[in-house]
């Protein structure tokens, strides 16, 4: 069988991606991706090699695309703290092009996507991902306070992954557009947590 073409192996990820938004990823098999799809179920098996390999090429696609904006809207801003802003309103940023991409990543935990048929390279990548977005984090430390410490870094998780994942969850989850006024209200709030130096370890 010949390799699938880099288009069909984007539509297999973009069905993928609704499946695992619409029914988790139980629901994700290859008898359900392939009607999806519209492929027969050897193509799955012949671009991905099993669908644990395709739901982890799907969580890295997403989460690699909303890093990369991510990234960027924190080094566009002004100075430190509306960078920090930038990067915390990033899941809403990327809602308005990627939704499904958007809710994938706010609504479904990692853990359930990634399991032990993971092959080694996509491991590889995954674990790069989540060095990139700790480079992120001490980058905003050390503009913020000149510190790259545990607890500068753990400031900023709450400003940019715990207040983001509180404030969007449910219009995420109900698969409604993110009002303005709870980017607002986020934004408000990162600011007000920046107002105090992180603690020091003693």
């Excluded at 619409?22 to 098999?29: H, I, K, M, S």
């Excluded at 994938?104 to 991902?129: F, N, R, S, Y």
């Excluded at 969007?168 to 993110?178: D, K, L, M, Q, S």
């Excluded at 709870?182 to 107002?195: D, F, P, Y």
């Amino acid at each position: 069988m010949a390799r699938p073409r880099v288009h069909d192996l984007e539509r297999l990820l973009d069905a993928a991606e609704s499946l695992v938004v619409e029914r988790g990823a139980p629901g994700v098999t290859v008898r359900s991706l392939a009607a999806a799809a519209g492929v027969p179920n050897g193509t799955i098996y012949h671009a991905f090699g099993s669908v644990g390999a395709l739901l982890a090429r799907v969580w890295l696609r997403a989460a690699s695309g909303f890093l990369d904006l991510q990234t960027e809207l924190a080094d566009q801003a002004a100075d430190p703290a509306a960078a920090v802003a930038a990067a915390a309103d990033a899941p809403a940023a990327f809602a308005e092009h990627r939704p499904e991409a958007a809710r994938l990543l706010i609504t479904v935990k990692k853990e359930h996507l990634l399991g032990p048929q993971v092959p080694d390279d996509l491991a590889g990548d995954l674990l790069a991902l989540d060095k990139r977005l700790v480079a992120l984090l001490v980058r905003l430390a050390e503009r913020l306070w000149d510190r790259r410490d545990a607890q500068a870094v753990e400031v900023l998780t709450t400003c940019v992954v715990d207040l983001p994942t509180a404030l969007f969850r449910r219009a995420f989850t109900a698969g409604e557009p993110i009002l303005e006024d709870s980017r607002v209200r986020l934004a408000a709030a990162v600011h007000a947590i920046l107002l105090l130096p992180p603690p020091r370890k003693d």
